[in-house]
């Protein structure tokens, strides 16, 4: 099947798949001929209508989300498939995946679930480099604001004081949001559908990494940013006090992907994170004693959704669909941080400090940043048009994604510290 199209949203009927339909409507530009799909004809023409989808120069595309065959035409017919149903471990998503990376169709999802991310690379990745299809797996909240933070921390580092990094931790350092219906409901399918032991094996820092450290390069060293106390709070200056992050099994091994991502296409040093490079997730709360009782409540809460009945009842306070209105959603921000500190021997260290503020909803950004990767993937003219295929992270998108966020609201400040 020739390609009739550039770019195809799928699943543009849910929550975020309506937010992105309406970032498309007003971002697309002309020349690219795009379409919007899913598997009820009825809904899908309810948001085109309603989103002015036709009018924008997009297209309706229905098609049965059971059949194998009908998702690996979609994937033929166009140059980039942005897949936003979830969980995708339940869904369509694994048929999805197998298809862009079979026939040389560019991907981009928001998948939040640690272990059928690291089947879909452990299944794909080398079908996907012999096709050439470009991937680009976790693109949106959940993980590209520590991705991309961690990427501008390490490469200031090196930038500047041409040395690699040796630790970066990272923090949600404000919000004012809400969850989403789906967000959650996939989080509660990655519990129910996996042993705790298959859990643990995805969400290390190497677990997706295209190569592993040699060794155990940070096994003995106690040098690198303050460590968290026996509390698990962790306090460095210009990060406030923070606790883990709930969010650390999604965006940690993400960012030990780039890790690797980096180091294997770097010959000549300049660009890899550095052999040592760690990372930690967390989130800054106001003192110490919040910071420990998040840490309970999060470890506390993870234990409980291993309960059915426990899954069921957050089920229904957010159900899949639902999400805040766009009257509430236009008094949402987010702040993120992330520092960094150089791999060196002297006894000053060069550190890097990075915010990136979006003055939005959480799922409003993700709309845009699973939107701008596809837009990127495009784009004959960028960096990363030249590169293999293969499955990418946000990170690996490079100086020319980072800007395109730059462009669409992100607000981004690095400082360098001594």
């Known amino acids: 099947m020739s390609q009739i199209y550039d770019f195809v949203l799928l699943g543009a009927t849910g929550y975020t798949g309506q937010l992105c ?4 409507v007003d971002n697309m530009p002309s020349h690219v001929r795009w379409a919007i799909a899913g598997r009820n004809k009825s809904k899908l023409e309810e948001v085109a209508a309603e989103m002015k989808v036709t009018e924008a120069g997009g297209a309706l595309i229905v098609l049965d989300l059971s059949s194998e065959s009908e998702i690996v035409n979609l994937a ?10 979830g969980p995708y471990g339940t869904t369509c998503g694994s048929v999805v995946f197998k298809a862009c990376a079979e026939h040389g169709t560019h991907y981009v999802d928001g998948a939040g679930e640690p272990v059928w991310r690291q089947e879909m690379i452990e299944k794909y990745e080398k079908l996907a480099k012999t096709s050439g299809s470009k991937m ?3 693109c949106g909240w959940g993980a590209v604001p520590a991705d991309i933070s961690t990427y501008l921390a390490v490469t200031s580092i090196r930038r500047n004081f041409s040395l690699p990094t040796l630790e970066v931790v990272g923090a949600l350092y404000d919000i004012k949001g809400s969850a989403s219906g789906g967000a959650v409901d996939s989080i509660s399918t990655s519990i129910a559908n996996n042993s705790l032991s298959r859990l643990f094996a995805a969400i290390n820092i190497h677990s997706i990494s295209p190569v592993k450290p040699v060794g155990n390069p940070n096994g003995k060293r106690k040098d690198g940013l303050p460590k968290a106390n026996v509390f698990g709070v962790q306090t460095i200056d210009g990060m406030g006090t923070m606790a883990t992050h709930f969010h650390e099994p999604v965006d940690l091994p993400l960012v030990g992907r780039s890790w690797g991502l980096y180091a294997s296409g770097d010959a000549d040093g300049t660009q890899s994170y550095g052999p040592n490079f760690r990372f930690s997730s967390r989130i800054r709360w106001s003192n110490a004693l919040f910071a420990w009782l998040f840490r309970v409540t999060v470890v506390t809460l993870a234990a409980s959704m291993l309960l059915p009945p426990v899954r069921f009842v957050v089920g229904k306070l957010f159900p899949p669909g639902g999400g805040a209105s766009a009257e509430q959603r236009r008094k949402y921000h987010f702040t993120y941080r992330a520092i960094s ?12 400090l990075v915010e990136f503020h979006y003055p939005g ?6 709309a845009m940043t699973m939107t701008e990767a596809g837009l990127l993937l ?11 295929g ?8 490079g100086d020319d994604y980072v800007r395109a966020l730059q462009r669409n609201g992100v607000q981004i400040s690095v400082d360098t510290l001594r």
């Open 361 to 366: 909803d959480a799922n409003d950004f993700t």
């Open 76 to 85: 033929k017919s166009t140059r980039v498939l942005v897949n936003i149903i």
């Open 21 to 24: 339909v309406r970032y498309m």
């Open 378 to 388: 495009l784009d004959e003219q960028s960096s990363l048009s030249k590169r293999e």
């Open 136 to 138: 680009v797996i976790t």
């Open 341 to 352: 500190i150089a791999d060196t021997t002297h006894s000053v260290k060069p550190k890097a």
């Open 390 to 397: 293969g499955i990418l992270t946000p990170a690996s998108l």
